[in-house]
């Protein structure tokens, strides 16, 4: 049965499409997602608990199969997806649809499909005599930075017994993903004054201000790249600071008060993010706001995280990865620059941890968004070989 998979590739489809169908967008609530998940488990008779955010908006589900005094396996999937505002769709995106071998829809490959196949693999599963359990994790905002899946890592950290290893399902043509860059998401928010345009040296222009900071970024970034610490098992060797939204200013004749701009650092394991951060303020402070002040001493400039998420450095000789790459049927492995759950996993809950799912980060957040159908065929296939893998013995590494 493992070498066929759990489920027939109709059925992954079935339950791809079934959760494509919930616009998930980070924005929105994902409690019907859940409840959809929640009774078809309950059907084939495996209890769920759901831990929900303050407002039961949204939460993350958390189901085992099998045994609960031995460790086991978590396969890991966020349930949220990224917006599709301004994007050119071919059709309806939250209706799957299938041409040229591809599954069409958002979330199809990141990662509603990696979910979507596990979850068709449950009335199977639920036969198997599992020496090991397989626990099931869906979260919530990983788009948003990772912020959701939180309450779940501790809940998991007070296990009494805890996993022995947790396959995230991000895409990675099923490939063994061991490392992942760190990082965050900031928001810089830029106080000077106002003034009508004739009268510009009179105020603290905030963009211009913001700017100065902008090119400061760009240039620690460039940094990076040119005398960084460089790993060139990344896809991106170095670390990174990247500028990505702006805005600020009230008219074409008024000095702005105020602008205020987001970054994102990508930061490898060994480069200390806190202290791009630390240099990043001390520019601010040393360098802009004296000249602000002299004319506008209210002035600030505040930097503030919105998310910061965890890097992921699995060794690639421990034997969780060994057991995973058997499951893959491949002997490679890779480190990536995009961040993901299994760092908090690892780093927080102390689960060892890796990376690995059906299709690829080149499809995610796109319009027209797909994951090819051979991808479902080997993830589901991936699934029967560690149901038998666990029907032989526990882990051992444990």
Not at 344 to 350: H, K, Q, V
Request: glycine residues 8%.
């Amino acid at each position: 049965m493992g070498a066929a998979g759990l489920s027939s590739t109709q059925a992954c489809i079935d339950s791809i499409e079934r959760l494509i169908a919930f616009p998930t967008v980070s924005r929105n609530p994902n409690s019907d997602l859940l409840a959809h998940v929640e009774a078809w488990l309950d059907r084939h008779g495996v209890a769920s608990t759901i831990l929900w955010n303050e407002d039961r908006s949204k939460g993350n589900l958390w189901a085992t199969i099998g045994p609960t005094d031995v460790p086991g396996v978590i396969l890991s999937g966020h349930s949220d997806v990224v917006p599709v505002d301004g994007q050119d769709w071919s059709s309806d995106p939250f209706v799957a649809r299938i041409a040229d071998g591809k599954l069409y829809g958002r979330g199809a490959c990141d990662m509603k499909g990696f979910v979507g196949i596990v979850l068709a693999a449950v009335p199977e599963l639920t036969q198997r005599k599992l020496l090991a359990p397989i626990h099931i994790a869906i979260s919530y905002d990983e788009e948003l930075g990772c912020t959701g899946v939180r309450s779940l890592i501790d809940r998991i950290s007070a296990m009494p017994v805890k996993p022995a290893l947790c396959i995230v399902g991000e895409p990675t043509l099923m490939q063994v993903v061991l490392g992942h860059k760190g990082g965050g998401l900031f928001r810089a928010i830029v106080t000077g004054s106002s003034a009508h345009s004739s009268l510009a040296p009179q105020a603290a222009n905030a963009i211009e201000a913001a700017a100065d900071l902008i090119t400061f970024i760009r240039e620690l970034s460039r940094e990076q790249s040119a005398c960084g610490h460089h790993d060139h098992a990344y896809d991106v060797p170095h670390s990174t600071l990247s500028v990505t939204t702006i805005s600020g200013g009230a008219a074409l004749n008024i000095i702005p008060e105020h602008c205020e701009f987001g970054f994102d650092i990508r930061s490898l394991p060994e480069v200390d993010a806190p202290a791009l951060i630390r240099r990043i303020r001390d520019h601010a402070e040393t360098q802009l706001l004296p000249a602000m002040r002299r004319v506008a001493p209210h002035a600030s400039i505040v930097i503030e995280p919105v998310a910061e998420f965890v890097g992921l450095s699995t060794d690639a000789e421990h034997p969780a990865v060994t057991f995973v790459k058997r499951l893959a049927g491949r002997n490679d492995h890779a480190k990536v620059a995009y961040g993901t759950e299994a760092g908090l996993f690892s780093t927080n809950a102390g689960v060892p941890s890796v990376v690995c799912g059906p299709g690829s980060i080149e499809q995610a957040h796109k319009p027209d968004e797909f994951l090819a159908i051979a991808e479902i065929d080997r993830c589901r296939q991936f699934l029967g070989r560690l149901a038998d893998a666990l029907e032989q013995e526990a882990p051992q590494w444990a």
